[in-house]
């Protein structure tokens, strides 16, 4: 036999040692989870406090018998609150259930007598001190909107378990309330008041000190969140910003991604050398890079270890979304991680672009139809733009956004004109009709029809390097042509000699690989099926869309993936990249003039719009 059978004596020794420290965290959320649920399940069904399962709940810790309805429901709900944070090994997650089960120890003994639950209490109570080194995570960046938050989402479920604690006892309600009256009683009890539903005994006492326990709750959660030491979201300081702009002056024609770390709703961490960076953003717990490191590569080791030394201070969940294949070996050989394709960058050689040939025919004659009715493009660097003509260029990008909510991310700078981004690259597209155009920077709009005068389309570009330039973001109006999007990358590349600019990245297009490999002839029924899911969710997200509009310019693909920690980690990766990148809010809408624009949304965020890339 290749291995040995443990010993009595070694289980035995396993046993007094307890569990391995790395899985105190997850065993011990997984006990509060479970706690919070039967003495939950205790506190508001009559029959379930006296049955077998009962008997589970009152040796398990913060058990509280079934005379101690409001306090069993009380400290069921807050350790159901605990347990995401124990698992996170959250400091503060630690400290609370430290206080909780030397209470729920002090209740089994004082209201059931129960020497076991109590004794079981103090056992989970002495683990937790002696492993209190695996909690050390710090708090998450947070904000008061979580008050807010946390009273809806309270209050509701207050609401419907206290539905229920009201409707249980159907043997000792007096009458035969109405639904109307259920309510009224609930609504009251969370405030401490007594309500139209009448039972008989002691019971209407438990009901009443169970929906007050509720109500506090609320209370005092939506307290404690609104007026607890605020943490805002990280944002870009200008000493950073600096050494960034320094690091891309050296190093930033190797990621046509590098520019978009300037986006000032990141945070950075250096390495100890300085000469590589990383920046982040932290979306629901999980800690998301973008693109390759900045600065270095022979410096990049350094950078990522700051990076994940950050991640395991807070207990985040790192991830890379975007990131080159070089990049992916490097994040794969320091941390550990895996790497998947996420889909590839289209990249056009300026020298190699041409509208000759019958690949180019749809884009040619597009072009030129557009052109016969009257628009013409002028390709400029933000710098050689007057003041006038800028702030035009921002609100009607603001105003053409189709939709509200600011996107992009690891793909967006999410700003137009500032001063420090004068090597930016700006298309626009004018409708000139024949009559004489305004002078170039003059931004004489009230001459010309409309609120933002022959302005008709809008593209942005960020530098990539000294030679190139990613795009950022397509803006059109909406009574424009179709075609705008076409018009300006046409005249983007023709002009780009001009400019000293020598490759242009069209930005990303998610699973190309498997679009492309899913239409041709002889693919399998699985690629066939992977290619049908994904032409499916194209009607909600711009995949398909966006792979064929970039295949239009016969660009070059450069492969680009996600780097991850667990398989298990995936979808939390995806639902925090996609918050991050606006495709899901999960913030309370306000009206449009009450939004207050970060530092780095400042008008305009995402590359493509899923209408700009229909319309074209």
């Not at 939950?40 to 040796?59: G, K, Y």
């Not at 350790?79 to 909780?100: E, P, Q, S, T």
Request: net charge positive; proline share 6%; glycine share 10%.
């Amino acid at each position: 036999m290749s291995g040995k059978v443990p010993s009595r004596a070694n289980v035995a020794r396993r046993i007094l040692r307890g569990p391995r420290p790395e899985a105190v965290p997850a065993l011990t959320g997984r006990a509060s989870a479970l706690v919070g649920i039967l003495d939950i399940a205790a506190s508001v069904f009559p029959r379930f406090r006296h049955s077998r399962m009962h008997a589970l709940a009152e040796v398990l810790p913060g058990a509280l018998g079934p005379f101690a309805a409001a306090l069993s429901l009380s400290t069921g709900v807050l350790l159901l609150l605990l347990a995401h944070g124990l698992k996170r090994r959250k400091r503060r997650a630690w400290r609370a259930a430290v206080a909780l089960l030397p209470a729920g120890a002090v209740a089994q003994f004082t209201y059931r007598h129960s020497v076991i639950g109590a004794l079981i209490s103090l056992a989970l109570l002495v683990l937790l001190l002696r492993h209190r080194g695996e909690f050390a995570a710090l708090p998450d960046p947070r904000s008061r909107w979580r008050a807010l938050a946390n009273f809806v989402l309270m209050g509701a479920g207050s609401l419907a378990l206290g539905l229920v604690i009201v409707s249980v006892h159907p043997k000792r309600t007096i009458g035969d309330p109405s639904v109307a009256d259920r309510l009224t009683h609930v609504l009251y009890g969370l405030f401490g008041i007594e309500g139209p539903v009448n039972y008989r005994g002691s019971t209407s006492w438990t009901v009443a000190f169970s929906l007050g326990a509720l109500g506090l709750l609320t209370a005092v959660t939506t307290i404690y969140l609104a007026f607890r030491p605020e943490h805002p979201a990280a944002r870009l300081t200008e000493e950073d910003e600096a050494r960034l702009r320094a690091l891309l002056a050296q190093h930033g024609g190797r990621d046509s991604l590098g520019h978009f770390a300037l986006r000032r709703d990141k945070a950075v961490v250096f390495s100890p050398s300085g000469k590589a960076a990383v920046t982040y953003r932290v979306v629901s717990g999980v800690m998301l890079a973008s693109g390759d490191p900045i600065g270095d590569v022979e410096a990049w080791p350094g950078a990522i270890e700051r990076f994940m030394d950050e991640a395991r201070a807070h207990s985040w969940t790192p991830a890379v979304m975007g990131c080159s294949e070089t990049g992916g070996e490097v994040w794969t050989r320091e941390t550990g991680l895996d790497a998947l394709e996420l889909g590839d960058e289209a990249v056009v050689d300026v020298a190699d672009f041409s509208l000759a040939g019958r690949a180019m025919r749809n884009v040619r004659q597009m072009v030129k139809r557009i052109e016969r009715a009257g628009y013409e493009t002028r390709v400029r660097r933000i710098r050689d733009l007057g003041e006038g003509e800028l702030e035009r260029i921002r609100r009607a990008a603001e105003d053409w956004r189709g939709t509200d909510t600011e996107r992009g991310f690891s793909m967006a700078l999410g700003r137009i004109g500032d001063p420090a981004d004068g090597d930016c690259l700006i298309a626009t597209a004018h409708r000139v009709d024949g009559a004489a155009a305004p002078a170039p920077g003059d931004g004489r709009a009230e001459d010309q029809p409309g609120p933002y005068g022959d302005l008709k389309a809008i593209l942005h570009f960020v530098p990539w390097g000294d030679d190139g330039v990613s795009l950022d973001l397509m803006r059109r109006d909406r009574t424009a042509d179709p075609g705008m999007n076409e018009l300006l990358i046409v005249a983007a590349l023709q002009a780009a000699p001009k400019l000293g600019i020598t490759r242009i990245s069209l930005n990303f297009a998610m699973f190309r690989s498997a679009l492309a490999r899913g239409e041709k002839i002889g693919a399998g029924p699985v690629l066939r099926a992977w290619r049908g899911l994904l032409v499916f969710l194209s009607r909600w997200f711009q995949i398909e869309s966006l792979y064929k509009f970039n295949a239009k310019f016969r660009p070059r693909w450069e492969p680009r993936f996600v780097v991850y920690r667990a398989s298990g980690d995936l979808p939390r990766i995806g639902f925090a990249a996609m918050q991050a990148e606006g495709f899901v809010n999960l913030a309370l809408p306000l009206p449009r003039f009450l939004r207050r624009r970060s530092p780095a949304a400042r008008p305009c965020a995402h590359g493509l719009a899923e209408r700009d890339v229909r319309a074209a």
